[in-house]
């Protein structure tokens, strides 16, 4: 992803935001923001469990955008996640075009079983 990219995270989460652990870094993510849930990371020896996710999410977090559409993810969930919510896929995608200014997009099918590598032609 370019500085100020989008990525935009399709799912339906049908099984919900993830582990109770996962849950409760999002949490803490959500309560102390990101500078200061790192800054606690690097305070203690060692992660609790699962927060090595959280912390891996704000590494993408911190270069763009990340948009989430999560049509089966609850309300309460949706808020922990704290990525942009979005509600009309097609809009996003447009609106993310408009503010790259190129019609070109990546889709990326089973995301985390995949590494995308980009090659200049």
Same mark, same amino acid.
């Given at each position: 992803m370019s500085p100020g990219g989008d990525i935009i995270v399709v799912s $339906?989460?049908?099984?919900?935001?993830g582990s109770d652990e996962y849950l409760a870094a999002q949490k803490v993510l959500f309560k102390l923001g990101n500078k200061s849930f790192l800054e606690q990371l690097k305070s203690r020896e060692y992660a609790q469990i699962? $927060?090595? !996710?959280?912390? @891996? !999410? +704000?590494? #993408? @977090?911190?270069l763009g955008n990340i948009h989430l559409y999560a049509p089966d993810l609850s309300r309460e969930d949706k808020k922990y996640t704290c990525v942009n919510q979005v509600f009309d +896929?097609? !809009?996003t995608i447009k609106d993310s075009i408009i503010r790259s200014g190129s019609p070109k997009i990546a889709v990326i099918p $089973?995301? #985390?079983y995949v590494i995308p590598i980009y090659e200049k032609k």
């Open positions: $339906e989460c049908s099984e919900g935001i699962d $927060e090595w !996710q959280t912390e @891996m !999410q +704000l590494k #993408p @977090m911190a +896929l097609n !809009q $089973e995301g #985390p």
